[in-house]
Structures are given as C-alpha cells and as structure tokens.
C-alpha cells in the first residue's frame, strides 16, 4: 500500500511557502504572534477579567469588562497572524455573547421564571445595553486589521 505524502515535492523552489508561514494547527502562539485561537483566547480572557469584576462589584456589565474587552479585541487584533486578521474582526461579537451570557449565569437577577428564561433576558438586556461595547471592540479590531492588512508585506510574483 503506497504512503501519502503532505509535504512538496518541490521543497528547493523559490514559490514554495517556507514552513515558519504555514499555519499551525493546535497551536494559540507561535513566534509569528496569535493564531486565531490565540486571539479568541485573548479576548475571552480579558473580557472574562473585566466581566467578573463587574459582577463581583454589582449587577450587570459595566465600565471594567468595558475596557477589558475593548483592549482584548484590539490586542487580539494587534498580534494574531496576518492571514487570520478576519478572524480578530469577526470574533468580537462571538465573544462577547459567550462572556454575556457567562455574566447572566452568576449574576443576581430580580428576573423571574425559568433558568433558561432568566439566561435569554439577561442576554437580550446585555446585547441591548451592551451594544456601544460591542461596537467599538469591533470597529477598534476592524481598523487594525484593515491598517495591518494594507500596510503589510506584498509578494512579488
């Protein structure tokens, strides 16, 4: 049974990626910087930093988890691989409804009815009231992706 080979025939051509431009796969950082994991886990972690601190101090998210968030996002932006600059762009309204959502759980609501219903209010209050956070973080990781992805280096063909 013949064996299947991933790797180029080619390795001595000038076209060929070099190996350090491959993405690698089950890695969040590499020396390249985050790869999109790494930017998704960047953010959790800072968003979730300034989201138990709010929920900690009263209801709901406030100013802390404001400014965590909106600084992951655009450090997730600032640092991941250049060829997942989408992701940074795309990942802050995903995250931001895991951390709502997260938030809803431990917070103390006044709400009442079923778990699931007190999680789906909270989420809507949060998305609502939220949306100005949501916004800036990303079109804060926007504009850095759009800069980085317009300044960086071309290939010549």
């Known amino acids: 049974m013949p064996t299947v080979s991933w790797t180029s025939q080619s390795a001595g051509r000038a076209d060929v990626a070099a190996p350090e431009e491959?993405?690698?796969?089950?890695?969040?950082?590499?020396?390249?910087?985050?790869?999109a994991a790494g930017a998704v886990a960047l953010a959790l972690v800072l968003g979730?930093?300034?989201?138990?601190?709010d929920v900690l101090t009263g209801p709901g998210l406030r100013t802390v988890f404001a400014i965590c968030?909106?600084?992951g996002c655009?450090?997730?932006?600032?640092?991941?691989?250049?060829?997942?600059?989408?992701?940074?762009?795309?990942?802050p309204p995903l995250v931001y409804v895991v951390l709502a959502s997260l938030a809803g759980a431990f917070s103390q609501t006044t709400a009442a009815g079923s778990f699931l219903?007190?999680?789906?209010?909270e989420l809507a209050s949060s998305l609502v009231l939220g949306a100005p956070v949501l916004l800036t973080a990303t079109g804060?990781?926007?504009v850095i992706a759009l800069v980085r992805g317009l300044t960086g280096h071309r290939r010549t063909a």
């Open 117 to 121: 219903t007190r999680q789906a209010l």
């Open 48 to 53: 979730a930093a300034g989201g138990l601190v």
């Open 140 to 142: 804060v990781a926007l």
């Open 74 to 91: 655009a450090l997730a932006a600032l640092t991941v691989h250049r060829e997942d600059l989408i992701a940074a762009v795309v990942m």
């Open 69 to 71: 968030f909106i600084a």
């Open 22 to 35: 491959q993405p690698h796969s089950g890695h969040v950082v590499d020396r390249r910087g985050l790869t």
